[in-house]
């Protein structure tokens, strides 16, 4: 079974640019979860799509959005772009939402704001 | 808020033992365990729930203090493929419309 995919891997912008990322999860998982990752936060959450719908959003601003389409596949789109928006981003599926399902991750879109 | 992971980094040497910490300061129902390995993706190695039900690879253990709001993660005996980081989750709700929020991680080198 294929593994989480997520496009592009790399990504040079500059700041205030907007940019769209994409992630295509294991087959059959019906749950994406998108996370910020940075040396001095960890893994941060910015928001998980089940069957179309954000269930929930971490602690961003708006400036970070999301959608999910009917396949399952998601995307997120950071506009208006800031130095401090450079960071790994990472997508993980699951089987369903709740908090007894294991979450694959992809490997990431390491994205670099100049 | 997010848990805090102790210790920040640990280095082994081969076939020694290592207790990783995750302790939070609100009721927790779950606990997720995730190892990451320089360059690549986090990979999931355990789910502790409250009530004691637990859910991952046989090889690894862990526990869940459901009153301290505290998880462990114990790795025996440990081989050079254990090295990377370590990342529990937490998350409070037990439904499905949840979030989990993740420490900052604990780096194990493990060393011949």
């Known amino acids: 079974k294929a593994g989480v995919t997520q496009t592009p891997r790399y990504l040079i912008k500059t700041r205030g640019q907007q940019v769209t990322l994409s992630c295509s999860p294991i087959?059959?998982?019906?749950?994406v979860s998108w996370y910020q990752q940075t040396p001095g936060q960890g893994l941060q959450f910015l928001f998980e799509?089940?069957?179309?719908?954000?269930?929930n959003k971490g602690n961003f601003p708006g400036r970070f959005s999301g959608r999910q389409f009917s396949n399952s596949r998601s995307e997120m789109n950071v506009s208006t772009l800031e130095l401090g928006d450079s960071a790994l981003y990472l997508c993980?599926?699951?089987?369903?939402?709740?908090?007894?399902?294991?979450?694959?991750f992809g490997p990431g879109t390491r994205l670099t704001v100049t | 808020q997010q848990p805090v992971q102790s210790p920040q980094a640990v280095i082994l040497r081969e076939g020694e033992d290592a207790v990783i910490n995750c302790s939070s300061s609100?009721?927790?129902?779950?606990v997720h365990w995730y190892r990451q390995k320089h360059g690549e993706a986090p990979v999931f190695l355990m789910i502790?729930?409250?009530?004691?039900e637990q859910k991952g690879h046989e090889k690894i253990s862990a526990s869940f203090n459901e009153k301290k709001q505290q998880s462990s993660l114990y790795l025996t005996a440990s081989q050079l493929s254990y090295s990377g980081t370590y990342f529990c989750?937490?998350?409070?709700?037990?439904?499905?419309?949840?979030?989990?929020?993740f420490g900052k991680g604990t780096l194990l080198t493990v060393n011949p």
């Open positions: 799509y089940f069957s179309e719908t954000q269930r």
């Open positions: 609100k009721a927790l129902y779950s």
């Open positions: 502790l729930l409250k009530g004691g």
């Open positions: 993980a599926s699951s089987l369903a939402a709740g908090p007894t399902y294991e979450q694959y």
């Open positions: 989750g937490t998350e409070g709700s037990g439904g499905s419309n949840y979030k989990l929020t």
């Open positions: 087959s059959g998982h019906r749950s």
